[in-house]
């Protein structure tokens, strides 16, 4: 959405009071910055001024606002890979940016003080709490948007994590998890009042929409973050087992970016070699997932609750695109899958029952049933203007 012609579900300009600090950390995959963008969608249309905190910000679309301001950090975050010699130095280099993130995200907004009613993190827990604690000298509302889930773990190194989980809830003003099915695992229900709303962003149905019918689509895929808890190599254990039951009525695709890109790449080898129809696809731009995930039967997103989902965009815009949602009942992905009415869930992550959820996927009888429920539930219940007006209530209410 490149124009303010396109927020046609704004409030009247008159109306807008709030100058908002949008903060992200600046993280290695590409995925974060579509999210600030889409943020940037709906915040724009709502406020006065909107300061923009973070690192990358080239690759954010929205530049063409004279409402918005981008106050660039210099850092971007880097992906400590899987099996690389280097990992312990990338891990030890990744701490120390991580940091520095947070004091040149607190200077950024003490510079720009002036122009700030409320500051938003956004995709920014836990690496926040030196920003936040600005945020409140500075005397401004602070608003943190959870899209994240899990609770407390065990442990010295958990001990501090929770630590400053608690810091942070304890310092800022008003707390919106993605879904409000996050607030028991993200141990919220002690701050009461101060937990508002849902933080879902929206998904853009003229793009994401069936375009090819689910009889001519011939793949089943994954597409995420390529990392272990995300079920990377248990989907492709999977890709083998169904291959070796001579099951060749389809074919598999595996597209995305992260730590593990080194051992996909040679296991997706290796499953060619021994006769499976996959190709890795790497990083896939978003002007190019609507065209893949219509070529999709079914999206396999076997993840875990190690992964600390919110409510995977991805699973929305595979609904929107008349692609089966086959994953795990983990965090808010429950709020839109439904069991044999909007998608399907795996009984684990494990490789076997990925292969048997992908072949009960593909053999299901009322698949069109569920492919336009699937369609129907993203249309009502996550569109733009939707998104707007709930934001809008939740930064208004900001005393």
Known sequence: MASESRFSAAKDAAARNKRVALVYFPHAGKTVYKFVDQILCILIPISDFITVVGG??????????????????????????????????????????????????????????????????????????????????????TWMVMVTSGGDGRGPISYLQNLNKRLIYSLTDIITPESKRLVPELALGKYGAKVVGEGYRYVDTERYRIEKEFGQRTKVGFISRLEEKKGTLNFLRAVEIIQRHAYSDVSFLIGGDGPMRPVVEAEVAKLRSGGARIEYLGWIPETKFPYYLNELKVLVFPTTVEAKEGLPTIILEAMACGTLALT????????????????????????????????????????????????????????????????????YGIQ
């Open 328 to 395: 795990t009942p983990v965090a808010a992905i429950p709020d839109v899958i439904h069991d044999g009415a909007t998608g399907f869930f795996l009984e684990s992550s494990s490789p076997e029952h990925i292969a048997k959820g992908i072949l009960r996927a593909l053999n299901y009888t009322g698949v069109n049933e569920v492919r336009e429920q699937a369609r129907a539930l993203v249309e009502n219940k996550f569109s733009y203007a939707g998104a707007v007006e709930r934001w809008e209530a939740i930064l």
């Open 56 to 141: 990358g910000t080239e690759l954010l679309n929205e530049h063409d606002s004279a409402r918005v301001r981008f106050a660039d950090i210099g850092i971007t975050m880097h992906h400590n890979l899987a099996n690389s010699p280097s990992l312990r130095l990338s891990k030890a280099l990744w701490g120390v940016k991580a940091v520095l993130v947070q004091v040149l995200e607190a200077a950024a907004l003490i510079k720009n003080a002036r122009n700030i009613d409320v500051v938003l993190f956004y995709i920014s827990y836990p690496s926040n709490a030196l920003p936040l604690m600005a945020a409140k000298i500075l005397r401004k509302k």
